[in-house]
């Protein structure tokens, strides 16, 4: 039987602890201020206060909840769950030149501070480019590429022109202590079993790189799953992590069993398609701010995306224009909304199971 009285660990500071030690002095002059007993307890009652607070933080460590850093590594571990390394950002870049121009393996080209590396060797077409897998030199999600830039690149002979028709994208950090967290949480509170719904999205989340999930059970029939991806800055998956996702689950889709998915199961991997919010809005500044309407333009798209990107993208369905109108209000310098609308409605917008929002175009005027 576990002890009754049991002294539980309480919350205490140094001021508390030396006024029961002086409490427990017998001799009365030992407890006047200034006493060298006195002097004494202070010492010593500072001391043990650091170690009811290290206490208190050693029970944190010990809980998925509440533990940082390697003690939430540790936690992991003790369920298989571990932390996700960085990851390249990858896409195809077009290089225009002379036909039969030689463009080797590992040419560098670059763009916003990064460089990017080619992964195979190719020869420039008839038709005047040829499309060829490029890898950022660094890791993290800092290496990410718009669509449409120009690469600058040393001279090589009949090459003119580098670009990408779309983002170079993929590259991830190393995951953070509430992602891991999360991850660590849904293994124990919803266990994979015998391939069940939980099994694939715990498999899907333990690829570099990958940010949520979305599982759809018999999405074709019997034996058939649909897992849907988007990476790690909840933005849809390049190729490269669909595939790789893919191959860990199920290999080449053999379905024999040789890979973690079950004998017999048809895995599908897919990611979001992009749903665009363009808005506009008549609004009133506050007449001590020198923001204009552009500049809160720009803030509030910065603001909504990050809305999106942490708590609809993939978690939920819907987004509401009164959120939108929350968060232009949350902006310094604005005094009034008198209209504003979401793709022209003022209704909810809803997504379907594989979308995702992006804002679009902000007009404010």
């Known amino acids: 039987m576990p002890s009754t009285d049991r002294v539980r660990l309480e919350k205490v500071d140094w001021l508390e602890i030396a006024k029961r030690m002086k409490d427990d002095l017998k001799n009365p002059p030992n407890k006047v201020e200034g006493s060298f007993a006195s002097d004494n307890i202070q010492a010593v009652a500072k001391e043990v206060a650091r170690l009811y607070d290290y206490v208190e933080w050693l029970i944190d460590m010990h809980f998925a909840e509440t533990a940082t850093e390697e003690f939430l590594d540790a936690k992991g571990k003790e369920v298989g ?3 996700k390394k960085e990851t390249r950002s990858t896409g195809l870049a077009r290089f225009y030149g002379k036909p039969n121009t030689f463009i080797p393996a590992g040419f560098v080209v670059s763009a916003l501070g990064n460089d990017y590396y080619t992964l195979k060797i190719a020869y420039i077409g008839q038709a005047g480019f040829v499309d060829i897998e490029i890898a950022s030199s660094k890791k ?15 001279h090589l002979q009949g090459l003119e022109r580098v670009t990408n028709s779309k983002a170079i994208s993929g590259g991830a950090n190393i995951e953070g202590d509430e992602s891991l967290r999360e991850r660590i949480l849904l293994k124990m509170r919803y266990p994979g079993t015998s391939g069940n719904k939980y099994h694939y999205m715990h498999w899907a989340m333990e690829v570099d790189g990958v940010g949520r999930v979305k599982v759809f059970p018999l999405w074709k029939g019997p034996g058939t799953v649909k897992v849907s991806i988007l990476d790690s800055m909840q933005k849809p998956a390049s190729k490269e ?30 990611t979001a398609k992009v749903r665009k919010l363009d808005i506009k809005a008549k609004i009133e500044l506050e007449t001590s701010t020198s923001k204009t309407g552009l500049i809160i333009s720009s803030e509030l798209k910065k603001a909504l995306q990050a809305y999106l990107d942490a708590e609809i993208s993939y978690k939920k369905n819907r987004l509401t224009v009164a959120k939108v109108i929350d968060i232009l209000y949350s902006i310094e310098g604005l005094a009034e909304i008198n209209e504003l609308s979401v793709n022209g409605s003022s209704d909810t917008l809803d997504l379907g199971d594989e979308e995702i929002f992006e804002v679009g175009e902000v007009v404010i005027s």
């Open 241 to 270: 992590l669909i595939e790789a996702v893919q191959y860990h689950i199920d290999h080449e889709g053999e379905r024999d069993g040789e890979a973690l998915a079950p004998i017999g199961a048809l895995l599908t991997v897919s």
């Open 81 to 83: 769950v571990f932390r």
């Open 140 to 154: 993290g999600e800092g290496t990410f590429c718009p669509e449409n830039t120009d690469f600058a690149f040393a």
